[in-house]
């Protein structure tokens, strides 16, 4: 069955994963081919449907060394299938990457 998917800006949580545990730099074959962290992430997690931003940041200065990406689907079906073929997978880099729901991530631990 198909899905109507409005093209609006995606606001609910439920729609939003973020990805951590992205390596430090990119991989020699990356810098080879021209191909940076963003365009990575796109191309993994838009074979998952509709994205409307793929983002890459690294990680704050007290945290380890590396990457954390935001990406936002238009649709929550194709987050949650992006997150269940994804988490604790190597999709580009040679150690497996986390990824689950943003707002799991900024809840308070306790």
């Not at 430090?24 to 992430?41: F, I, N, V, W």
């Not at 990680?59 to 689907?73: D, H, L, S």
Request: hydrophobic share 40%; glycine share 6%.
């Amino acid at each position: 069955m198909a899905e109507m998917v409005p093209f609006a800006v995606p606001t609910e949580s439920d729609k939003t994963l973020l990805v951590w545990e992205l390596s430090s730099g990119p991989t020699t074959q990356a810098l080879q081919r021209g191909t940076t962290l963003q365009h990575s992430l796109f191309t993994v997690f838009s074979q998952f449907g509709l994205t409307y931003s793929v983002g890459a940041s690294p990680n704050v200065a007290v945290a380890c060394p590396g990457f954390y990406a935001i990406i936002e689907f238009y649709s929550a079906r194709d987050a949650r299938r992006a997150q269940k073929a994804c988490d604790q997978k190597q999709l580009f880099q040679n150690s497996p990457v986390k990824v689950g729901p943003n707002v799991e991530f900024l809840a308070p631990q306790g």
